[in-house]
């Protein structure tokens, strides 16, 4: 089942009697979590019939007391182990499966870890519940999320804020929708989210961004480039080095895709780089200015300043000064 179908059987009142949910990305775990404590009983029913406990605490036995008791006053038994990568021995619970009333809804949060989907203990538990694992998203995945999670609570955002978003939260779900939830808050359904508001709101300038740094790269921009690393390196710590080294790794590893790509349309553009369409230009428009040899250089500079961000062979050089020193090498 996906998250989009878990989420919406708890909502509609048609729960599984076990949920195991594991992997990488803790935000989804934690949302379908969050809804089941929050949903299925009402707060005097919580009182008397919900039990949270967390894995470093108990074990599989205490576990399956708290499961096999029958809930006050009829209705449902919640039983919600909170990082349950920390039970020991999480598969000899396969013994206690059979015993555990139809009433009992017993949930996993299994972070960071996924069980054998070939043992017994896994193959039951989706027999009989849920096993969902939750994935990591990719950089290339978030644009999307974004737009998606704001549509979900009706608002619309223009493809240049959701990049700004992307290039300063990264890819913490958690972070990210907390960043939403403030727009969410300060605007109005009517207003589609710009660059301004995102900076009005969550502090990003609109002007001086990794976005705005890549485009005045990709338009070998000297004097803008400049600017926007003389913000940077004034504001270290809220624009470190190396997030910059990374991203625009990534923006330059875009620009040789576009090199290479078989079809130069702009939707297979777009797919083979991972942009939205909107974007497609601008990534052509860097290309025609950086050969196929440039990118390799500019990749090869950036890995020099990856090193160096780490405090590799600075001496006693401000971030300024190394900023203003990698944007010397990329544009000559």
């Not at 990003?204 to 000297?222: C, H």
């Not at 950036?302 to 780490?310: A, N, Q, T």
Request: charged content about 30%; overall charge negative.
């Amino acid at each position: 089942m996906t998250f989009e179908q878990i989420l919406s059987d708890i909502h509609n009142k048609k729960y599984a009697p076990i949920y195991f949910l594991m992997g990488d990305e803790p935000y989804f775990i934690d949302v379908i979590s969050d809804t089941i404590e929050e949903e299925v009983l009402d707060e005097t029913e919580k009182a008397f019939n919900q039990i949270v406990v967390y894995g470093r605490d108990v074990d599989i036995d205490t576990i399956a007391t708290h499961a096999k008791s029958f809930s006050m006053m009829g209705g449902y038994m919640v039983v919600i182990v909170k990082e349950a990568q920390d039970v020991k021995n999480i598969e000899d619970f396969e013994k206690y499966l059979d015993v555990i009333p139809p009433t009992t809804i017993l949930v996993f949060d299994y972070k960071y870890k996924k069980l054998d989907k070939r043992r017994t203990f896994t193959k039951k538990v989706e027999k009989m519940g849920v096993v969902f694992e939750s994935k990591k998203l990719y950089d290339r995945d978030i644009p999307g999320w974004i737009q998606s999670y704001l549509a979900q609570n009706g608002y619309s955002i223009t493809p240049k804020a959701t990049q700004m978003l992307t290039d300063f939260l990264g890819t913490d779900l958690h972070k990210v929708r907390n960043e939403l939830d403030k727009l969410i808050i300060a605007m109005p359904k009517t207003k589609k989210i710009d660059d301004a508001d995102v900076e009005r709101n969550i502090g990003i300038s609109k002007d001086f961004n990794m976005f705005e740094l890549q485009n005045a790269i990709g338009r070998r921009d000297v004097v803008k480039a400049n600017q926007i690393v003389n913000y940077f390196g004034d504001n270290p710590k809220e624009n470190p080095l190396l997030v910059a080294a990374i991203s625009l790794y990534g923006y330059f590893t875009k620009v040789l895709k576009v090199h290479y790509a078989s079809d130069p349309s702009q939707n297979a553009l777009a797919a083979a780089i991972g942009v939205a369409p909107y974007f497609v230009r601008d990534y052509q428009q860097a290309a025609r200015n950086f050969s196929i040899a440039d990118c390799v250089k500019c990749i090869a500079v950036l890995r020099e300043f990856d090193l160096k961000s780490k405090g590799y062979n600075i001496g006693d050089t401000s971030p300024k000064d190394l900023y203003r020193e990698m944007i010397f090498k990329l544009l000559h």
